[in-house]
């Protein structure tokens, strides 16, 4: 069963890139961050070659409530591919389309965990237990007199070189480096921007995919992400084969002055750039040569 639709993260499943135990929590509704992924992903999956993930996958797919599935189903977006196969199990389009949210319709996966600690407030003096007394009373502790009057402390200064803030990233990543493939892959679609912008730099292409499978995401955090130069290519021909997301201008300039950007991608891109910035590009020592070239003539054919 080819569910028809395209995603990145569906990509890795169809091309069998996905270890066991990754291919086992999305079969149990636990990974897509989208009710389209989901369920193109539960299809797939009733066809994997392992039985307990294909009956992860059936079980799953039966736990979804019929009315939301229906709603679901009456969207104008979903494929006819996905209706027939949900009239096929009994599952007709009906009701008022659920086109406001596109959250997982069965959720099973936990929340990620919090990767900064918070200490509980300490209690307050009055919240204390009284002193107790050996006869079986309460202690009344007597006034301190004579003591000076303590100097305040001064107050710290903030550190210049933001040690602490430092010292908070330094302990998501390790905390994010401790876990394990699947864990980061749901931090990625749920966690904050700020792992997400570790987590796109994920060694292993699944987290870092999806990343970009997040509901989250921004026009401004793609943007910041087609800046980076230390991300995959692959990150950077997902970002530029996104229609929605190429659309924004300062996205689709990124990319071009991007020299890790591949250059059939950044070429194709190049007519959506203004002349002034066609200039500029013709004379950036950072990018291809080729894509140097090419700018250069665009804008003297535009004379």
Do not use: C, F
């Given at each position: 069963m080819d569910p028809g639709l395209r995603t990145p993260l569906l990509d890795f499943f169809r091309r069998g890139e996905v270890d066991r135990d990754i291919r086992l929590q999305a079969a149990q509704g636990a990974l897509a961050p989208r009710a389209h992924e989901q369920l193109a992903l539960l299809m797939l999956l009733l066809d994997d070659r392992d039985p307990e993930i294909a009956r992860a996958a059936e079980?799953?797919?039966?736990?979804?409530?019929t009315a939301s599935l229906a709603a679901f189903l009456a969207r104008s977006d979903v494929s006819t591919d996905m209706r027939e196969f949900f009239a096929a199990r009994g599952v007709s389009a009906a009701g008022t389309p659920s086109e406001e949210s596109d959250a997982p319709l069965v959720d099973l996966a936990p929340d990620p965990p919090p990767l900064v600690d918070v200490a509980p407030d300490p209690p307050l003096l009055e919240e204390l237990p009284p002193f107790a007394d050996p006869s079986g009373g309460e202690l009344e502790l007597p006034d301190i007199v004579g003591l000076p009057d303590l100097a305040p402390l001064p107050e710290l200064e903030p550190s210049e070189d933001g040690a602490a803030e430092d010292g908070k990233k330094?302990?998501?990543?390790?905390?994010?480096?401790?876990?394990?493939?699947?864990?980061?892959?749901?931090?990625?679609?749920?966690?904050?921007?700020?792992?997400?912008?570790?987590?796109?730099?994920?060694?292993?292409?699944?987290?870092?995919?999806?990343?970009?499978?997040?509901?989250?995401?921004?026009?401004?955090?793609?943007?910041?992400?087609?800046?980076?130069q230390n991300v995959s290519?692959?990150?950077?021909?997902?970002?530029?084969?996104?229609?929605?997301?190429?659309?924004?201008?300062?996205?689709?300039?990124?990319?071009?002055?991007?020299?890790?950007?591949?250059?059939a991608l950044s070429m194709n891109l190049l007519n959506r750039l203004s002349d002034k910035d066609l200039r500029a590009l013709s004379t950036n020592r950072n990018v291809p040569e080729l894509l140097r070239i090419t700018a250069r003539k665009k804008v003297v054919i535009d004379k």
């Open positions: 079980a799953t797919i039966a736990a979804i409530p330094e302990s998501v990543t390790q905390r994010l480096a401790s876990m394990t493939v699947a864990q980061r892959m749901s931090v990625a679609m749920k966690g904050s921007r700020e792992e997400r912008s570790i987590l796109i730099r994920d060694p292993n292409k699944l987290v870092s995919t999806s990343v970009l499978s997040s509901p989250k995401m921004t026009d401004s955090e793609v943007e910041a992400i087609a800046k980076m290519d692959e990150i950077l021909r997902i970002i530029g084969n996104t229609r929605a997301w190429v659309k924004n201008y300062n996205v689709a300039h990124a990319l071009v002055r991007n020299a890790k950007t591949p250059v």
